[in-house]
């Protein structure tokens, strides 16, 4: 912390305790999402299978937003890299499989309205299947990234710090093309639908659709872009640390609501 300003330090506690605010709130909300789904008979749908499996995943990540919680506290918790990389195994896991979901849930959508008769009666099965296994595959390599260039190094433990070196731009990266894939999905989903603006039903999908849109898949979206883009701004090392806790913000407002859109 000794080479964090001490106003920017303060500043980042406090972008970091609005952020683990609306994690809490995510967390909540996800959970009614997740019991609402098992409980209901009537949500056995693929789109609700998946809005289950992204409530998951959402309520694993936003429980890794907790693990800096002492620096609401003013208190600076360094711990080895090999035990960080433990503690947000799930977390990790919890982003992936998010951010897979969410492009999982925008295929279904756009499959009903492009495919309807093939979407009403295809093989469920299979597209389970292709999603999961789409899921564990990033979610593993992700994983596998993190343990293989490993490096004992005194860390702040987050998400973010369990990444070595370039491999956290890596990780990124590899997000930010996910979830533009995911924004060009929902986007050509709400174009085809505005096709059919005419009816009132449609009318109702198309602004659910867009909601889900401004908020979730840009969520999503913005939080690793601008981490990515804040290097290349002429800002100091203190200057960016309380940046990086600011951009979190976006992602954690998209999940805290989720159970707003959604249900």
Not at 28 to 55: H, M
Not at 58 to 81: N, R, T
Not at 157 to 173: K, Q, R, V
Not at 244 to 260: D, G
Request: proline fraction near 3%.
């Amino acid at each position: 912390m000794s080479e964090i300003d001490r106003f920017y330090w303060n500043l980042a506690r406090g972008f970091y305790a609005v952020s683990t605010l609306f994690a809490i709130i995510g967390t909540i909300g996800n959970s009614i999402i997740l019991l609402t789904t098992l409980r209901t008979t009537s949500l056995r749908s693929t789109c609700n299978f998946l809005i289950a499996l992204c409530a998951i995943a959402d309520i694993c990540h936003q429980c890794g937003v907790l693990v800096k919680s002492p620096m609401i506290f003013d208190y600076y918790a360094e711990m080895d890299s090999v035990v960080c990389i433990g503690i947000t195994f799930l977390p990790l896991f919890g982003i992936g499989v998010g951010c897979v979901s969410t492009l999982s849930i925008g295929l279904d959508r756009l499959f009903s309205v492009v495919f309807p008769i093939y979407h009403r009666n295809g093989r469920k099965r299979l597209f389970y299947f292709v999603s999961i296994s789409s899921t564990f595959r990033k979610c593993s390599h992700f994983q596998f990234i993190n343990i293989v260039l490993c490096k004992f190094r005194p860390v702040v433990c987050s998400i973010l710090a369990s990444f070595p070196g370039e491999a956290i731009n890596y990780f990124l990266g590899r997000m930010i093309v996910v979830n533009l894939i995911t924004a060009i999905v929902y986007l050509e989903t709400w174009i085809r639908l505005r096709r059919h603006s005419s009816f009132a039903a449609m009318r109702r999908i198309q602004r659910s659709l867009f909601i889900v849109m401004a908020v979730d898949v840009s969520g999503w979206l913005s939080s690793p872009t601008m981490i990515v883009l804040l290097p290349l701004l002429s800002l100091n090392a203190s200057q960016q640390f309380a940046l990086i806790h600011f951009n979190t913000w976006f992602l954690n407002i998209a999940l805290a609501s989720k159970f707003f859109i959604y249900y």
